[in-house]
C-alpha cells in the first residue's frame, strides 16, 4: 500500500498559539506554518490547516472537532485528550506522537501514517480510515469500533484489548501485531479475511469455545 505523502512548502513562517486563535477566530485557512506551541485547551472547532508542520505542540485537552488538517506533518506532539471529533484529516503523517485518551470519533483519515506513536486508549469509533498505516505503534485499549477501513497497513503495533467490534479487517496483516484480547463480535466476522500469526490463533478457537491444549 501506497500512501499520498503531505505536500509541503519549501519554507515555513512561524506562528505562535495567540496567531492561530487569532486566525481560527477570523476563519481563516492557516497555511504554510511551523508551529512549536502550547495549543493546549483550547477552541480551534472548524480550524482549517494546510502545509502545516507541528513540532512539540502540546494540543491537551485541545477542541479540533471538525477541523481540516491537510498536508500536516505532526513531530513529537502531545495530543493527549485532544477532542478531533468529526474532523477530516488527509495527507498528514504523525511521528513520535502522543494521544492517551484523544477523541477521533467519527472522524475521516486519508493518507494517514503514525510511526511511533502512542494512542492507547484513544477513541476512533465510526471513523472512516482509508489508505490507514500504523507502525510501532501503541493502540492498547482503543476504541476502533464501527469504522470503515480500507486499504490500511498494520505493522508491530500493539491492540492489546482494543474494540473492533463491527470493523471488518478484511485484507489486514496482524501477524507481527499483539492482538491478545482484542474485542470483536461473537461470530468473530471482524477477524474474516485478515493474515494472523499461527500463534495468534489460540484466543480466537477459545472464543468459539474450542478447548487449546499445550503441548503435544
Known amino acids: 500500500m501506497k500512501l499520498a505523502s503531505p505536500s509541503l512548502p519549501s519554507a515555513f513562517r512561524t506562528l505562535?498559539?495567540?496567531d492561530v486563535c487569532a486566525a481560527a477566530a477570523e476563519?481563516?485557512?492557516?497555511?504554510?506554518?511551523?508551529?512549536?506551541?502550547d495549543l493546549s485547551g483550547l477552541v480551534l472547532d472548524g480550524a482549517e490547516f494546510a502545509g502545516v508542520r507541528f513540532e512539540r505542540c502540546r494540543f491537551a485537552g485541545t477542541d479540533l472537532r471538525r477541523a481540516d488538517l491537510c498536508d500536516a506533518v505532526l513531530e513529537n506532539c502531545d495530543l493527549s485528550g485532544a477532542v478531533f471529533r468529526s474532523a477530516s484529516l488527509r495527507r498528514v503523517r504523525l511521528e513520535g506522537c502522543k494521544g492517551v485518551g484523544a477523541d477521533f470519533s467519527e472522524s475521516s483519515l486519508r493518507d494517514a501514517a503514525f510511526a511511533g506513536c502512542n494512542f492507547s486508549y484513544a477513541n476512533f469509533n465510526a471513523a472512516k480510515l482509508r489508505a490507514f498505516s500504523l507502525q510501532n505503534c501503541d493502540f492498547s485499549n482503543a476504541d476502533i469500533a464501527g469504522c470503515a477501513l480500507k486499504d490500511a497497513a498494520f505493522s508491530k503495533t500493539r491492540f492489546r484489548r482494543a474494540n473492533f467490534y463491527g470493523t471488518l479487517l478484511r485484507g489486514v496483516d496482524l501477524s507481527d501485531c499483539d492482538i491478545a484480547g482484542i474485542v470483536l463480535s461473537q461470530?468473530?466476522?471482524?477477524?474474516?479475511?485478515?493474515?494472523?500469526?499461527?500463534?495468534q490463533c489460540a484466543d480466537f478457537l477459545r472464543a468459539l469455545g474450542v478447548h487449546v491444549k499445550d503441548g503435544f
Open 27 to 37: 476563519g481563516e485557512r492557516i497555511e504554510g506554518a511551523l508551529l512549536r506551541a
Open 187 to 199: 461470530t468473530l466476522a471482524e477477524i474474516r479475511g485478515a493474515t494472523i500469526h499461527p500463534l
Open 16 to 18: 505562535s498559539a495567540e
